[in-house]
């Protein structure tokens, strides 16, 4: 009993060392909080304030904020309502988009990295490829929509199309680069050890090449989301860009800029996502 007591006060003055590890993550944590996530809320709340200033005034053009909650309060609340055809919640609008762009994204990438490589490895495909492509990458992407809906009949692939080839160019580009900067003592020390073309291509090329493709890669998403937004305002049917349409044509100017703020949001996640992965496959080496 007498040796328990001579212990208890020896636990009282010593706290355990969890405690102070915790107190030090928090510490931390806190830290990173006002360096990272309190400026970008300040500039918000001014650019809020500002707004809400300029929108109340009489003869405002535009809504306030507090405005743009009251009338599209409905769409917040519920935006996985669906009563049938084109009257669904904003969210089925973004998800409709983010469908298009997932297909037409994942072929820009496949396509784009094996251009990519075949123009960074051959001096032949860059001399006869390059031109080409430095040519048709300055076509804006509406411009391709009128001659894919000729080839496909049909909105749903011509949208895919415009994203296909409104992303695939700067995933070629940087691809081409990234393969062209590979050090020659990679090269060489492939020779050394007979990697086959496979093996070369798996444990050297796509590594050393991995920053430079995974930039193209954050620059094709952001062009892809917004392609498709842009193509859905002329081929019509469920998407985020014919909801923005379509709330222009029937004045409603709050449901535009909601949806707006949802374009935002979603294509900051698209590219927080690329980046993200970006940084898993190159251990840290890709731009954040």
Not at 24 to 44: D, E, K, Q, S, T
Not at 155 to 179: E, M, Q, R
Not at 244 to 267: E, P
């Amino acid at each position: 009993m007498n040796h328990v007591e001579s212990i208890e006060p020896l636990r009282l003055a010593n706290p355990p060392r969890h405690r102070a590890a915790l107190a030090a993550w928090m510490a931390n944590a806190a830290r990173g909080c006002a360096a990272h996530v309190l400026p970008p809320l300040v500039i918000l709340g001014v650019l809020l304030l500002v707004w809400q200033l300029l929108g109340s005034r009489p003869g405002a053009s535009l809504p306030s904020p507090t405005q743009v909650i009251a009338d599209t309060w409905e769409l917040i609340a519920n935006p996985f309502h669906d009563h049938g055809g084109n009257d669904v919640g904003i969210a089925w609008q973004l998800l409709a988009s983010l469908k298009r762009v997932a297909y037409g994204y994942s072929l820009a990438v496949v396509a784009g990295v094996c251009l990519g490589v075949l123009v960074g490895q051959s001096s032949w495909a860059l001399r006869g490829l390059d031109p080409l492509f430095q040519v048709l990458r300055t076509v804006p992407p509406l411009a391709w929509l009128p001659i894919s809906l000729a080839g496909f009949r049909d909105g749903h692939p011509s949208a895919i199309f415009v994203i296909f080839i409104t992303s695939v160019w700067p995933i070629i580009i940087n691809t081409s680069v990234g393969i062209r900067n590979i050090p020659d003592d990679y090269r060489n020390v492939a020779r050394v050890i007979r990697l086959n073309g496979f093996e070369y291509f798996a444990k050297v090329m796509l590594p050393a090449a991995a920053p430079s493709i995974f930039s193209g890669l954050r620059i094709g998403v952001g062009l892809s989301w917004l392609a498709i937004i842009a193509a859905e305002m002329l081929i019509g049917g469920v998407g985020i860009g014919f909801f923005i349409w379509d709330a222009w044509n029937s004045s409603r100017i709050s449901d535009i800029i909601l949806a707006l703020v949802c374009v935002g949001l979603v294509g900051f996640a698209l590219d927080r996502v690329v980046a993200s992965i970006g940084r898993k496959v190159t251990r840290g080496t890709s731009a954040s």
